[in-house]
Nanobody
Framework: QVQLVESGGGLVQAGGSLRLSCAAS????????MGWFRQGPGKEREFVAAIRWSGGNTYYADSVKGRFAASRDSAKNTVYLQMNSLKPEDTAIYYCAAPSRYYGDNYYAYSTYYTYWGQGTQVTVSS
């Protein structure tokens, strides 16, 4: 059974930074992607970033490119999302997600690609 546990959310002022963590257990993800999504108040869940365990390739939504950075620590089976220059519109519940198998490199931005989801961590950015 795969478990994903996020942490690191909180309240921060605009322009500030937070680092989210997602600890994965139950399976080796060496060849797959780990995704970060968020859901703001009254909004649909949207893709934020993804990282490929093997090689560390990263992918970002345009809205966070240049401000957010995904990374992973394979030894700890943990992925991170460093969020800098935060804006009020970044306020959301942030989720990490993992697929049940490898489908290729073209689907990381689709929530339907992912089978396992964490419980989410709240990020609130005040203006």
């Amino acid at each position: 059974q795969v478990q994903l546990v996020e942490s690191g959310g909180g309240l921060v002022q605009a322009g500030g930074s937070l680092r989210l963590s997602c600890a994965a257990s139950g399976r080796t993800f060496n060849y797959w992607h780990m995704g970060w999504f968020r859901q703001g108040p009254g909004k649909e869940r949207e893709f934020v970033a993804a990282i490929r365990w093997s090689g560390g390739n990263t992918y970002y939504a345009d809205s966070v490119k240049g401000r957010f950075a995904a990374s992973r620590d394979s030894a700890k089976n943990t992925v991170y999302l460093q969020m800098n220059s935060l804006k009020p519109e970044d306020t959301a519940i942030y989720y990490c997600a993992a697929p049940s198998r490898y489908y290729g490199d073209n689907y990381y931005a689709y929530s339907t690609y992912y089978t396992y989801w964490g419980q989410g961590t709240q990020v609130t950015v005040s203006s």
